[in-house]
C-alpha cells in the first residue's frame, strides 16, 4: 500500500468528504478507465458542478487521482483512479461509516463536563449538534467545540447522519464504551457538577 497517499486520505477534513468518497468508490469501480466529471458525479451526493470540480481537484493535488486534459482525450477532459493508490483507496472505503480516534485525556473543562454529562443521561442514544444543544440549553449556547474536541480526543464516536445531504455534513455523536472510564474521570473532576447521573 502507498504509505503517503493512506496517509494524506485519512487527513482529509470532514466538509465534503462524503463527495470524495462517492468519487474514489467512482473511479475504483472503473478502474482503469478515464471518467468525466458528470460521469464522476453520477448517483452520487447532490452537490454543484463547482463542488465536484473541487473535489477532483484536491484528490488530483494529494496524489490520488490523475487528470486528462481534453487536449490529450480529444474530446473532454476526465480522470482516474492513479494506479499506485488502489489499495490505499480500497482500504480508505472499507472504513466503517463510524468514526472513532485514538484516545488522549482531555483536562476537566467546564464545557467538556456539560456535553458528557447531557449524554450520560442518555447513553445509548445518538446525539445531532442541535439535539445536543437543545438539551444543554441554559448552560450553554454553543456545543459545537467541546463536541468535536471530545470526538477528536476519542470520547465519542461519530457518524454522518445522510451522506446525500447537500452543504455541510451532518454527524450523530455518541459515547465512546471504550474511553468509559476516561469519561467517568473527566466528570468526576473537581470543577464537576455533582449530577452527573440520573
Known amino acids: ?35 468525466t466529471a458528470a460521469e464522476v458525479a453520477e448517483a452520487g451526493p447532490r452537490r454543484t458542478d463547482a463542488s465536484v470540480r473541487g ?24 480522470w482516474h483512479l492513479a494506479s499506485s493508490a488502489q489499495e490505499a483507496v480500497r482500504a480508505f472505503l472499507l472504513r466503517q ?9 482531555l483536562p476537566p473543562r467546564r464545557a467538556y463536563q456539560q456535553v458528557l454529562r447531557a449524554m450520560y443521561e442518555e447513553p445509548a442514544r445518538t446525539f445531532t449538534l442541535r439535539a445536543l444543544l437543545d438539551k444543554v440549553w441554559g448552560e ?14 476519542g470520547y465519542l464516536l461519530r457518524s454522518l447522519t445522510d451522506e446525500n445531504c447537500p452543504g455541510r455534513p451532518q454527524f450523530a455523536y455518541r ?20 449530577q452527573r447521573r440520573n
Open 1 to 35: 500500500m502507498n504509505d503517503g497517499i493512506h496517509s494524506a486520505l485519512n487527513a482529509l477534513p470532514p466538509q465534503g468528504l462524503a463527495l470524495k468518497r462517492h468519487v474514489l468508490s467512482k473511479l475504483l469501480d472503473n478502474f482503469p478507465r478515464q471518467l
Open 175 to 194: 459515547l465512546n464504551p471504550d474511553a468509559q472510564e476516561h469519561a467517568d474521570a473527566l466528570l468526576c473532576a473537581p470543577t464537576c457538577s455533582p
Open 97 to 105: 461509516d463510524e468514526d472513532s480516534r485514538p484516545l488522549s485525556p
Open 140 to 153: 450553554r449556547t454553543s456545543v459545537r467545540t467541546p463536541l468535536v474536541e471530545l470526538f477528536e480526543a
Open 55 to 78: 473535489a477532483l481537484k484536491t484528490l488530483d493535488r494529494i496524489g490520488v487521482i490523475r487528470f486528462v486534459s481534453a487536449e490529450e482525450t480529444g474530446n473532454v477532459a476526465r
